[in-house]
T-cell receptor, first 115, second 111 residues
Framework: EAGVAQSPRYKIIEKRQSVAFWCNPISGHATLYWYQQILGQGPKLLIQFQNNGVVDDSQLPKDRFSAERLKGVDSTLKIQPAKLEDSAVYLC?????????????FGPGTRLTVT | QKEVEQNSGPLSVPEGAIASLNCTYSDRGSQSFFWYRQYSGKSPELIMFIYSNGDKEDGRFTAQLNKASQYVSLLIRDSQPSDSATYLCALEGDSSYKLIFGSGTRLLVRP
């Protein structure tokens, strides 16, 4: 079974530039998550989708971050414009269902460096 | 915001010893707890979850939950160098079931 795919794996941009990340979840997984993990910290949920609807985006900085999940499969996360503090690993995860009883499977992540 | 606290470590144990990792949380209403392992430069992977007070064992791993004292722990028996990683404690949020992670404890197992 193929895992969660993410691209790109690494990205370096200057502050105020834009960047987009892509995620393809495990086939059949209805729930998709985007996390931000800053060095030395645990992952922080940015947004959670159930199929193509948003379940939780309470910690998404909506003035600069946006995400979509068209057709309930692939998802993109965009940052526009980027700030230095956005430097982090962006993890995508997916699960069969919403509750914690469904294991979340994480992708390899995208390491973003903002200079 | 629910808080999950972990000692950042590193916790250093010799090979073959028992490693004990602890986590405390602030929300008394939290019901579900998870332990994830994260190797350096890799993504988190689920080790165990626990919902009920007491112990839950899976191979060399035992999760312990004490809701009255608001702590959850992970014991790793017969620690191996391959267990060296950061261990993340997480609890499940309420309405959206989102996971709230602690900052993790780094474990080093010395050969």
């Amino acid at each position: 079974e193929a895992g969660v795919a993410q691209s790109p794996r690494y990205k370096i941009i200057e502050k105020r530039q834009s960047v987009a990340f892509w995620c393809n979840p495990i086939s059949g997984h209805a729930t998709l998550y985007w996390y931000q993990q800053i060095l030395g910290q645990g992952p922080k949920l940015l947004i959670q989708f159930q199929n193509n609807g948003v379940v939780d985006d309470s910690q998404l900085p909506k003035d600069r971050f946006s995400a979509e999940r068209l057709k309930g499969v692939d998802s993109t996360l965009k940052i526009q414009p980027a700030k230095l503090e956005d430097s982090a690993v962006y993890l995508c995860a997916s699960s069969l269902g919403r509750t914690g009883s469904y294991e979340q499977y994480f992708g390899p992540g995208t390491r973003l460096t903002v200079t | 915001q629910k808080e999950v606290e972990q000692n950042s470590g590193p916790l250093s144990v010799p090979e073959g010893a028992i490693a004990s990792l602890n986590c405390t949380y602030s929300d008394r209403g939290s019901q579900s707890f998870f332990w994830y392992r994260q190797y350096s430069g890799k993504s988190p992977e689920l080790i165990m979850f626990i919902y009920s007070n007491g112990d839950k064992e899976d191979g060399r791993f035992t999760a312990q939950l004490n809701k009255a004292s608001q702590y959850v722990s992970l014991l790793i028996r017969d620690s191996q160098p391959s267990d060296s990683a950061t261990y993340l404690c997480a609890l499940e949020g309420d309405s959206s079931y989102k996971l709230i992670f602690g900052s993790g404890t780094r474990l080093l197992v010395r050969p």
